[in-house]
Nanobody
Framework: QVRPVESGGGLVQAGGSLRLSCEASGGTIGSYAWAWFRQAPGKEREFVSA????????YYSDSVKGRFTISRDNAKNSVYLQMNSLKPEDTATYYC????????????????WGQGTQVTVSS
């Protein structure tokens, strides 16, 4: 059973940057597609970005397009989310998800989920 483990969250001022990492424990990121979702207090979990198994295919939500970059390093068994120009509205718990079946933008399509890492952006 693959268990994604996220790291890299923290407190940052608006305009700053953070890099989130997701390492697959108990397995490999292999040929799965992987994604990042986020959930702010009182809100639904929402899609942020996804990457195909070959890194040639990436998707972003409109709210992060141009500011966030998703990548993967199969040799390091990890997926990353580089977040630049952070805004207070990016504050949320960020989750790594893998092994999509169906709609890449839907939480129900992913089989593997991490515990999340908190990102807080101060104004």
């Amino acid at each position: 059973q693959v268990r994604p483990v996220e790291s890299g969250g923290g407190l940052v001022q608006a305009g700053g940057s953070l890099r989130l990492s997701c390492e697959a424990s108990g397995g490999t990121i292999g040929s799965y597609a992987w994604a990042w979702f986020r959930q702010a207090p009182g809100k639904e979990r929402e899609f942020v970005s996804a990457i195909g198994w070959s890194s040639g295919l990436t998707y972003y939500s409109d709210s992060v397009k141009g500011r966030f970059t998703i990548s993967r390093d199969n040799a390091k068994n990890s997926v990353y989310l580089q977040m630049n120009s952070l805004k207070p509205e990016d504050t949320a718990t960020y989750y790594c998800a893998g092994d999509v079946s169906g709609n890449w933008y839907a939480t129900s399509s992913y089989n593997y989920w991490g515990q999340g890492t908190q990102v807080t952006v101060s104004s």
